[in-house]
């Protein structure tokens, strides 16, 4: 991936207030253009050209006090209307968007049945890759990228290191290998299998390849997925993890045994979705 523009939308609560400075910090780095959008909807007497001005001059108030934060060029301001999962997106395939920035709120599973997950929403119909940020976390200085067996791991892998290069910053791969309860423990140690044979030489592959910031290698676990890549992004202190997130599929429903949901919501570093 490249990164050239970064979309930030936002609700103007802290929360998007903390993912835009993370999004100023990164487009700083990499010389991006940044675009700060909200999306109104469901309002109505709301919609037409006066509307959308008077929307434009408040977020143009709101990010004011961040200019002088970041060496990024001053953003651009977009105001849309609708559905903020749908034109988020929409506004991201017009506009050639290489990134979205998306601040992340913890929410109950009742809530996000309830009332929706607009990031949940983005990442299932995002076309780019997006970085969730949750409250208190900054733009990501090492990336831990969660890789396993499929080719489209790869994927994420390649799409890790062009973002890594283009930032300026290191990353660390991980692959869980699969735990079995009745597996003897002399077997278990012969660690890695084929598997990360394979995974440990696309790594090297990549590192050969010269990207700005090598690689530190695969790390390999065993034991349940989520739990074994969130601790390895705590013990190598991971601003982000990266992972691979299939596109679709019904809104809310975090535990329903997809990984990148599960991690995009338990993490307490930055999430970065690799859309597949």
């Given at each position: 991936?490249?990164?050239?523009?970064?979309?930030?939308?936002?609700?103007?609560?802290?929360?998007?207030?903390?993912?835009?400075?993370?999004?100023?910090?990164?487009?700083?780095?990499?010389?991006?253009?940044?675009?700060?959008?909200?999306?109104?909807?469901?309002?109505?007497?709301?919609?037409?050209?006066?509307?959308?001005?008077?929307?434009?001059?408040?977020?143009?108030?709101?990010?004011?006090?961040?200019?002088?934060?970041?060496?990024?060029?001053?953003?651009?301001?977009?105001?849309?209307?609708?559905?903020?999962?749908?034109?988020?997106?929409?506004?991201?395939?017009?506009?050639?968007?290489?990134?979205?920035?998306?601040?992340?709120?913890?929410?109950?599973?009742?809530?996000?049945?309830l009332v929706g997950d607009t990031a949940d929403a983005v990442a299932r119909r995002s076309?780019?890759?997006?970085?969730?940020?949750?409250?208190?976390?900054?733009?990501?200085?090492?990336?831990?990228?969660?890789?396993?067996?499929?080719?489209?791991?790869?994927?994420?892998?390649?799409?890790?290191?062009?973002?890594?290069?283009?930032?300026?910053?290191?990353?660390?791969?991980?692959?869980?290998?699969?735990?079995?309860?009745?597996?003897?423990?002399?077997?278990?140690?012969?660690?890695?299998?084929?598997?990360?044979?394979?995974?440990?030489?696309?790594?090297?592959?990549?590192?050969?390849?010269?990207?700005?910031?090598?690689?530190?290698?695969?790390?390999?676990?065993?034991?349940?997925?989520?739990?074994?890549?969130?601790?390895?992004?705590?013990?190598?202190?991971?601003?982000?993890?990266?992972?691979?997130?299939?596109?679709?599929?019904?809104?809310?429903?975090?535990?329903?045994?997809?990984?990148?949901?599960?991690?995009?919501?338990?993490?307490?570093?930055?999430?970065?979705?690799?859309?597949?």
């Amino acid at each position: 991936m490249q990164l050239r523009h970064v979309l930030v939308p936002t609700d103007q609560s802290d929360t998007s207030r903390n993912a835009l400075r993370a999004a100023l910090a990164l487009a700083g780095r990499a010389g991006a253009q940044v675009t700060v959008m909200t999306t109104l909807g469901g309002q109505a007497g709301w919609g037409d050209a006066h509307d959308a001005d008077l929307l434009a001059r408040r977020l143009a108030d709101w990010v004011e006090p961040e200019l002088a934060r970041t060496s990024a060029p001053p953003p651009k301001i977009a105001v849309t209307f609708g559905i903020p999962g749908v034109e988020i997106c929409r506004y991201a395939d017009e506009h050639d968007v290489d990134l979205i920035v998306v601040g992340r709120k913890h929410r109950s599973q009742a809530t996000r049945l309830l009332v929706g997950d607009t990031a949940d929403a983005v990442a299932r119909r995002s076309r780019v890759p997006c970085l969730f940020v949750p409250l208190g976390a900054g733009a990501p200085g090492h990336l831990l990228v969660a890789v396993d067996g499929s080719r489209r791991s790869l994927t994420v892998l390649r799409t890790a290191c062009a973002f890594a290069s283009a930032a300026g910053i290191s990353f660390h791969a991980a692959t869980v290998e699969p735990s079995y309860s009745d597996e003897p423990d002399a077997l278990a140690a012969l660690v890695p299998t084929s598997r990360s044979d394979a995974l440990r030489a696309a790594v090297e592959q990549l590192a050969r390849c010269g990207a700005a910031h090598e690689p530190a290698g695969l790390e390999v676990r065993r034991g349940p997925v989520v739990d074994s890549l969130l601790a390895t992004a705590d013990e190598i202190a991971a601003d982000a993890i990266v992972v691979g997130y299939h596109r679709g599929g019904p809104p809310g429903v975090i535990e329903a045994g997809s990984i990148a949901r599960r991690l995009a919501h338990s993490a307490e570093c930055a999430v970065l979705t690799v859309p597949f």
